[in-house]
């Protein structure tokens, strides 16, 4: 049976389904679902834990055991670096099942390699913290605490970092939000590459617009700015770009402080607002995560890019430029998208990252972000598929750019289920019309399944290396982004390879949502509850 393309037919956005799934160490086995629970097991194969996700707020819990490195998940025996393999390619065709597998094997990494990647991400995290040469910025961000419940007060964020941004109007009684307001602006072709006056002008502009809808254009006002590109700190207040991600590209910033300039662009036009607080994303969703949940001390993003931060010790971070006598733990903004920058990861890197990472905007940049940001991961589907259509194993090549992580997230929603058709339609659509079978359609799941398995791991290792850094009795891990959101495996993977890896550290995965947002207020409310306990 074939099946060609129908255009239009792919659905505009993919959600997890409840349903039985296949164990992931390649062995046949069904879930049993009880009350909304999944049943997980420990290394030593007793069921002892579980993680389930809440549809209320999102959260995922894990009680991992011990792993002794000989048993597997689930009680089968199966050797500790072979917990971390996809399952094989099952096709009708067993040659051509094979030339698949081979050609993919560059992309299959099992436990010694991860553990490799691990001991090159925690001797990066050192020499980054110790301001030495390290392809990660391990950025201090200032922010000394978390929300402890006694926020109070009314406070302005910006969220810039994408094309649409965000004005937000907050209120904070006893820690908790009871008033938000949100106006969203699209900013422009011409101001996102721009001078980089204009495009803060603009964004000046736009907090008047907000202030005057809301007849609070006189109030004295605190903002939070979350500002999501990296960026060297100099307070938390204060900090300059180092470049420009995603679509931006504006001149002239070079060495400029863009709170202060934020600051003066709201000061030309009359404006009682001070910028009391400049953060990224990420740092917004550990602080919005622990405002959910005190046991909250790292923060990731997993949607189109990709990065983390934790609480780090005080006296572990070299650069400080403020006094620092009495803080203990320090938020730390790792930017491990740039993870590999210096070569440190090339022995896990194949021909298809480095197509991937040839045709992308920002080549030789952003390494580890294109093994496991959403941006990267229907590029990364086209490469492979690309390089099986000239093995012959493949009937066309894809057209670069056609294939998105939607698709990715579709492929596996269906290779979840048994199904196989909507893969077939997408593809054919990619590859031209070419006419796409059903074995066809199950060598693109499987490719979906080796890429979204090495995200997975990829991105488990950072955490579990950050966990066994803190020594917490436990830790609960705050993630936003579309990937972790929208991908129908890839929280249960973060859950059992966190647990390979770490397996003495128990955590929690805490969906944290709009930390840009809620994050960055929560941030200015903490800022002025330090500063007020200093006088």
């Known amino acids: 049976m074939q099946i060609c393309c129908i255009i239009n037919c792919l659905p505009k956005c993919f959600h997890r389904k409840d349903m039985s799934t296949v164990l992931e160490n390649g062995r ?45 998940v689930n009680g ?22 094979l030339k698949v597998e081979s050609k993919l094997s560059g992309l299959v990494l099992c436990g010694a390699t991860l553990r490799q990647v691990g001991e090159v991400f925690a001797r990066e995290i050192e020499n980054g913290l110790r301001e030495k040469p390290s392809s990660l910025q391990m950025e201090n961000t200032y922010v000394p605490e978390l929300p402890d419940g006694t926020e109070e007060g009314v406070f302005l964020a910006l969220d810039l970092g994408g094309t649409n941004f965000r004005v ?28 980089g006056v204009d495009l803060f002008n603009f964004l000046a502009d736009c907090v008047q617009d907000f202030l005057r809808s809301e007849g609070m254009e006189k109030d004295e006002l605190s903002l939070g700015f979350t500002f999501s590109f990296p960026m060297k700190q100099h307070s938390i207040s204060s900090g300059e770009l180092i470049t420009w991600t995603k679509s931006f590209n504006c001149g002239g910033m070079a060495g400029v402080d863009v709170a202060a300039l934020l600051q003066r662009c709201l000061k030309e036009r009359g404006l009682k607002v001070t910028v009391q607080v400049l953060l990224n994303d990420t740092t917004g969703t550990l602080v919005a995560g622990a405002h959910l949940d005190p046991e909250v001390a790292i923060g990731v993003i997993l949607g189109t890019g990709s990065n983390g931060c934790y ?31 210096n070569g440190c990861l090339n022995f896990m890197r194949t021909e298809f990252d480095n197509e991937v990472d040839r045709k992308s905007l920002l080549a030789t940049s952003f390494t580890f972000e294109k093994y496991i940001g959403g941006k990267y991961l229907g590029d990364l589907l086209c490469a492979v598929l690309g390089g099986l259509a000239r093995d012959g194993v493949f009937p066309a ?30 593809l054919c659509e990619a590859c031209g019309g070419s006419t796409i079978s059903r074995a066809d359609a199950l060598v693109a799941q499987h490719v979906a399944r080796v890429i979204s398995n090495r995200a997975a791991q990829l991105v488990s290792v950072c955490i579990s290396i950050i ?22 495996r890839i929280a249960k993977l973060m859950n059992k390879y966190i647990s390979l890896l770490a397996p003495k550290h128990k955590f929690t995965l805490l969906g944290a949502e709009d930390g840009s947002g809620k994050g960055s207020a929560l941030t200015a409310a903490i800022a002025a509850r330090v500063a007020a306990r200093q006088f």
């Open 76 to 97: 089968s025996g199966t050797p500790w670096e072979k917990q971390f393999l996809p399952p094989s390619l099952q096709l009708e065709d067993k040659a051509r099942a």
């Open 311 to 341: 609480m780090e010790r005080a006296d572990r971070v070299m650069h400080w430029e403020s006094s620092h006598e009495r803080v203990h733990d320090v938020c730390v903004d790792i930017e491990w998208g740039a993870f590999g920058d």
């Open 467 to 488: 966990l066994r850094r803190m020594e917490r009795n436990h830790t609960s891990v705050a993630v936003d982004g579309s990937v972790f959101k929208r991908h129908p």
């Open 397 to 426: 090549a894809p057209t670069w750019g056609e294939l998105a992580s939607a698709h990715v997230s579709m492929f596996e929603e269906e290779n979840d289920v048994g199904e196989w058709k909507r893969t077939a339609e997408a």
């Open 168 to 195: 937000l109007y907050l209120e904070l009684k006893g820690g908790q939000l009871v008033r938000e307001d949100v106006k969203h602006y699209h900013i422009s072709d011409e101001l996102r590459v721009g001078p």
């Open 28 to 72: 046949a086995g069904v879930d049993t679902h009880v009350n909304g629970h999944i049943p997980y097991s420990n290394g030593n194969g007793t069921m002892n834990g579980t993680h389930a996700t809440n549809g209320t707020n999102g959260i995922t819990n894990v009680s991992n055991g011990t792993i002794n490195g000989t048993h597997g």
